[in-house]
């Protein structure tokens, strides 16, 4: 028997107030956020949307996406990175 597994990587994300990356995305990754602290903001370039604590957003391989922290407080997010074996 013959199973392909997918390889993954875990973080935890640290963003202080106006922190953030730059659009990208991820050929072959698959990206899963759940904020854990604070709340973030996550923009597509088509739609703009804002996580809360306990709240979670998955990018599938090739989904254009950034974030940034708009708030006042520092925003810790698990960041879940999932790609082909």
């Known amino acids: 028997m013959t199973r392909d597994i ?4 875990t973080q935890f994300s640290f963003c202080p107030p106006g922190g953030g990356g730059h659009m990208h995305h991820h050929d072959d990754d698959d990206q899963l956020f ?3 602290k604070g709340e973030l903001t996550f923009d597509t370039g088509e739609e703009r949307f804002t996580l809360q604590e ?5 990018f599938h391989a090739g989904d254009p996406h950034f974030t940034v ?8 997010s698990l960041v879940v990175t999932v790609g082909a074996k």
Not at 69 to 76: A, G, K
């Open 54 to 58: 306990g709240e979670a957003v998955l």
């Open 6 to 9: 997918a390889q993954f990587a």
């Open 69 to 76: 922290n708009e708030s006042q407080d520092d925003s810790i």
């Open 34 to 36: 759940v904020v854990v």
